[in-house]
């Protein structure tokens, strides 16, 4: 009995320590309110801007993507250093982004001929592309791209 109680034990623990990182590192993560404001900071700091078009409440590899990549500590580091960050959610529920932001974010996908979800779109603050990736791969296949956006 002993054992079950503290395996018991040992497993809610590790729950508790493990959601509290994430949720430590997601608070970090700086992602832009507005599109306006994205290319705006991105003009004023010279950085590129990734776009992140994503259905949050319908698109799996979306979620995957959200857990494994964007709620890194690795990614938080690298994206504080070099780029602007922007969420363009397209989700089946309204409720959850504002009717403006929804619009926008259409207006996004129209704009850049977004096809696939997840992707992920680097542009400048002259909104001219840079480079791009389209659905899921592997999370560490994401890095030498980041990289690549970087050298530019």
């Not at 990549?69 to 982004?97: G, M, R, T």
């Not at 704009?111 to 840079?130: A, H």
């Amino acid at each position: 009995m002993r054992k079950v109680v503290l395996i018991a034990f040992l497993l809610v623990t590790k729950s508790v320590l493990f959601s509290q990182n994430h949720l430590e590192v997601n608070e970090k993560t700086n992602w832009s309110n507005t599109y306006k404001e994205a290319l705006k900071q991105a003009k004023n700091e010279k950085k590129p801007l990734l776009v992140y078009f994503k259905g949050s409440d319908w698109c799996g590899p979306c979620k995957k993507l959200d857990k494994e990549l964007f709620s890194s500590q690795q990614f938080n580091d690298l994206s504080k250093k070099h780029f602007i960050l922007y969420e363009a959610d397209i989700p089946l529920n309204k409720d959850l982004v504002s009717e403006e932001k929804l619009k926008v974010n259409k207006k996004l996908v129209k704009k850049f001929k977004v096809t696939s979800y997840p992707t992920l779109l680097f542009i400048n603050y002259k909104q001219k592309v840079l480079g791009y990736k389209k659905g899921l791969i592997l999370t560490e296949y994401y890095y030498p791209f980041f990289q690549t956006i970087i050298k530019k």
